[in-house]
């Protein structure tokens, strides 16, 4: 499975928005980018996902470097429930998922 | 859409019976479900894949005689846990592919004294 890359951990001020990096070098063609967030005692949630274009949806946005090779989840105005570990992962479609051991974001109010 | 259940979302047993987990998918059907296990801390480690009408795949490492995986049809996968001892006391989680993305359960905490 190609491997993904990010901090241990971020912390970002409630309301103000938040960048949270991911590498993936070894990306392959047919890979897809995956977010998902735990929040605490939770099984993991979607959040979003992309191929090679931008994304956007209620949750979050999803920018893609053009050669692939990293991406950024962006929520535009942090909550105290968005305090979890996010996860970004390469799949293809319908494999399975590797966790690796994600970014813990924690909110200051 | 995409919603997966679990039940029970907590159990407590004893050590050396054996404990039933039901993974559904509420709203669609599952050909594949996968099984994951999660100790405090650390990061969910995928313990198999459970494929409908055919037998589960299991990562290195996991005993399948242990843990039984039935996926007797699209909407229902089932993890036993047998013969349970304390080191099996964990968070057990299932997820489902749809469209793409995978959809998980709320998990399951067995407890095993």
Same mark, same amino acid.
């Given at each position: ?109 | ?61 996991? /005993?399948?005689?242990? &843990?039984? #995986?039935?996926? @007797? $049809? ?12 304390? /080191?099996?006391?964990? &968070?057990? #989680?299932?997820? @489902? $592919? ?16």
């Amino acid at each position: 499975d190609a491997k993904t890359t990010q901090p241990n951990s971020m912390e970002s001020n409630e309301e103000e928005p938040v960048h949270l990096p991911c590498n993936h070098s070894t990306i392959s063609g047919t890979d897809y980018i995956h977010w998902y967030r735990q929040l605490p005692s939770q099984g993991p949630e979607y959040v979003i996902h992309g191929l090679t274009s931008n994304v956007n949806n209620r949750m979050a946005s999803l920018a893609i470097a053009e050669d692939r090779k990293s991406s950024t989840l962006i929520l535009h105005r942090a909550t105290l429930r968005d305090a979890a570990v996010y996860y970004c992962i390469l799949i293809e479609q319908d494999d399975k998922i590797i966790f690796g051991k994600g970014t813990r974001l924690h909110i200051l109010p | 859409g995409a919603v997966v259940s679990q039940h029970p979302s907590r159990v407590i047993c004893k050590s050396g019976t054996s404990v039933k987990i039901e993974c559904r998918s509420l709203d669609f059907q599952a050909t594949t479900m996968f099984w994951y296990r999660q100790f405090p801390k650390q990061s969910l480690m995928l313990m198999a894949t459970s494929n409908e009408g055919s037998k589960a795949t299991y990562e290195q490492g996991v /005993e399948k005689d242990k &843990f039984l #995986i039935n996926h @007797a $049809s699209l909407t229902l996968s089932t993890l036993t846990v047998t013969s349970a001892h304390p /080191e099996d006391s964990s &968070f057990y #989680i299932c997820s @489902a $592919s749809y469209r793409v993305a995978q959809y998980f359960g709320p998990g399951t905490r067995l407890t095993v004294t």
